[in-house]
Structures are given as structure tokens and as C-alpha cells.
């Protein structure tokens, strides 16, 4: 997915785990516009990790996906945050899409 962001142009921050990631966020968080990440994570997972950085920064466009399919309970736990729902296999139009209404947004 990275590769891919970065083939269109897009400057890509990656981590290998959720507390990695939010370290990592908490350090650049001036420069994100867009976090995507995994429900399922070793350490933090994806929801605790969004719900960090959005509290943190409220303009920030939020991803979760998931290959597990995102069950109701998921879905209503993160129902106060504005965030994109991504099903594994993700199509890279999807992402480019995702990404490219995210540079455009006001929020």
C-alpha cells in the first residue's frame, strides 16, 4: 500500500506496529493529513491508535480497514469519529481516492 501511495505522488509514513505508529504520528503530526491503518495490530490496535491522533489533531482523515470484515460492535464503538471504512482486498483506486479527497477537504 505504501509503494502505492508513493507511486502517486504521495509522501508515506510507515510503522510496523500500533505504538510504533503513534509515536511516529505524534513526532510529524503537523505534516499528516491522512492516517490509514489495520484494526488488528500487535500493541495498540487501529481504533485506539485513531481515536489517539484525532484527539490529538480533529482535522486528520481517518482509515480503518480491515480483511476480517467490520462487524456491527466495530463499527458503533468508533461511530463518533469520521472515519473511512477500507475491506481488504483494497483496490488502489479506492486508496487513491481516499487520499485524494482528503487533500482536498476543509475539515
Known sequence: MARILEQL???VLQATDGEQALQLAQERLDELDVVI?????PGLE???????L???KPTLRLALMSGY????WL???Q????????NKPISVQSLADLVEQASRDDR
Open 69 to 72: 470484515g467490520l462487524d456491527d
Open 79 to 86: 461511530s463518533d469519529l469520521p472515519i473511512v471504512w477500507l
Open 54 to 56: 484525532y484527539g490529538r
Open 46 to 52: 487501529g481504533p485506539e491508535l485513531i481515536r489517539a
Open 9 to 11: 505522488g504521495h509522501r
Open 75 to 77: 463499527v458503533s464503538r
Open 37 to 41: 491503518s489495520d484494526v488488528v495490530m
